[in-house]
Nanobody, 127 residues
Framework: QVQLVESGGGLVQAGNSLRLSCAASGRTFSSYAMGWFRQAPGKEREFVAAISRSALNTEYADSVKGRFGISRDNAKNTVNLQMNSLKPEDTAVYYC????????????????????WGQGTLVTVSS
């Protein structure tokens, strides 16, 4: 089992940047593919970005491609989400997630692939 704790959320003006971090504890961090999802008020939780266990491959939602970057540090048990050129529509609670299944170089985009979730961190982008 793994425990996930997100940090780095807050209020930011449109066009600015924010960096989210997720600290993992428990089983070997490198055993998990990691992902970020977000949920805006009144909307379904949606995929944002994912990174494979090996960190070699990443996937992004079309809405964030070119603006967001996901990375992981297996030595520090952390996964980060660098968010640039933020827009008001990026406002949401952002969740870190871990998937225990899958191939070494495969990132997961489906919510159902993830076994563990953090409590979320709120990102608010003002116009």
């Amino acid at each position: 089992q793994v425990q996930l704790v997100e940090s780095g959320g807050g209020l930011v003006q449109a066009g600015n940047s924010l960096r989210l971090s997720c600290a993992a504890s428990g089983r070997t961090f490198s055993s998990y593919a990691m992902g970020w999802f977000r949920q805006a008020p009144g909307k379904e939780r949606e995929f944002v970005a994912a990174i494979s266990r090996s960190a070699l491959n990443t996937e992004y939602a079309d809405s964030v491609k070119g603006r967001f970057g996901i990375s992981r540090d297996n030595a520090k048990n952390t996964v980060n989400l660098q968010m640039n050129s933020l827009k008001p529509e990026d406002t949401a609670v952002y969740y870190c997630a871990a998937a225990s299944t899958g191939l070494l170089n495969t990132p997961h985009v489906r919510r159902a692939a993830y076994d563990y979730w953090g409590q979320g961190t709120l990102v608010t982008v003002s116009s």
